[in-house]
């Protein structure tokens, strides 16, 4: 090799490490320009507050791609272990469920404004119940002596509760609709802006309000026995959509803070609200538990207490009962000490069982709960069949006494001597 070969070889030698460099570059600053790209587009996409705006994202997300599509084997192992392919799903899985979370906040904000004059409405004939259910109290006192025109105001003041109860819970529905049924997925401003409602509403008071009144209606006047079904009926649909209330008002209260105070508050402050919060939500909940548990005791003792009275009232002493297998196995006793006995059921079988129990109180006995029906109908066929039994005995006794009369007038008529 002669000396001008030796020297150009050696040039090149010298010169590759200059000749990569330009490229090392271009693959750095492509790697670069992606990752910094791709980060100002997940920030857009994580702001973004219109659908609007995340359309447009939507086609900024195409042009990124195109724009890189060429170098995705270059980006394949410079972003090992992910790929060109994977960031670019990640980042429009993260646009679809920003568009779905922006979509049911926009939805929610329509249907909050439909909703707004609803419970405006509800609240006013809330409002407008309380008057007329303090009038029907009042008339309760003045009507003592007319039993007529008490049975009236009973009446009117029953369907008046039960209509507060309904618009109650049609309040309740009217608040909670827009956001949904699963409140965990609920962000701190929805949380914030529910229990502002909650609260602004005075939702809690108002169901502890209408509840103490349909315990105060128990204690007010005597009730019949035809009064107790529709009592059982809203009681247990009461406290039922209560029960639904107050889950709800927990997750509000357990899972989100007092407006402002994770913006405003250190950490340890913003776990005091937050525990305030929740003790509150608790301590609220609990309060009307307890009213509807003086409210079922109360029903019950004015419900069985009155149907033992149909018996006591006219001399048949049975067992003392206070719910609904105390009353069975009171009246299966009775009835096998009247078969035990032989003594006359119709006072027990006529005028009470079937004037009284069957007419007045079979609707509120057969309800679950109570007696329900399996049961009821056992007692009834038991009642059914003493006096059944009865009218048998009687029935052989006289036609024994018919035909011991028709026996001695035969014999009488066989000894007469003839002419």
Known sequence: ???SALCTLAFIIVLIPFLTVPAQESD?????????????????IDAAVSTAQLDSLKNAIDGFEMDFSP???FLDKALYPETFTSRMKEMRERHERTLLRVRTIESQGTRMAEMEGAIQTLTYRLDTLSVERDRLFAELKVNKTNATALRETVRRLENMLQARDKLMFALVDSIFMPYGQDLATLDDVQREALSTKLTDN???NRVYSIAADNVRFLGATELQGKDYAALLDNYRQFAGRWKGL???IQAVGIAGQMPGAARTS???????????SRSSAAAQVQQVDSLLGEWNARLQKSFWSAVEREFTSRQIQIMPFSDGPGFSASIRTYVQSLQTSGDDPSVFVEEIWKAKIDKEWRDALTRD???????????DKLVSELAKTKFDLKFVLYAGIIGLGALV???LLARKPKA
Do not use: C
């Open 28 to 44: 750095f600053a492509i790697k670069r320009d992606f990752e910094d790209r791709a980060a100002v587009l997940r920030t857009q």
């Open 202 to 204: 005075n939702l809690v």
């Open 409 to 411: 007038l035969w014999w």
């Open 71 to 73: 170098h995705s084997e």
């Open 266 to 276: 250190s950490p340890k402050r913003t776990e005091s609200v937050t525990a305030s």
């Open 369 to 379: 709960g109570m007696l329900g029906k399996e049961e009821y109908a056992s007692l």
């Open 246 to 248: 107050s889950d709800k």
């Open 1 to 3: 090799m002669g000396r």
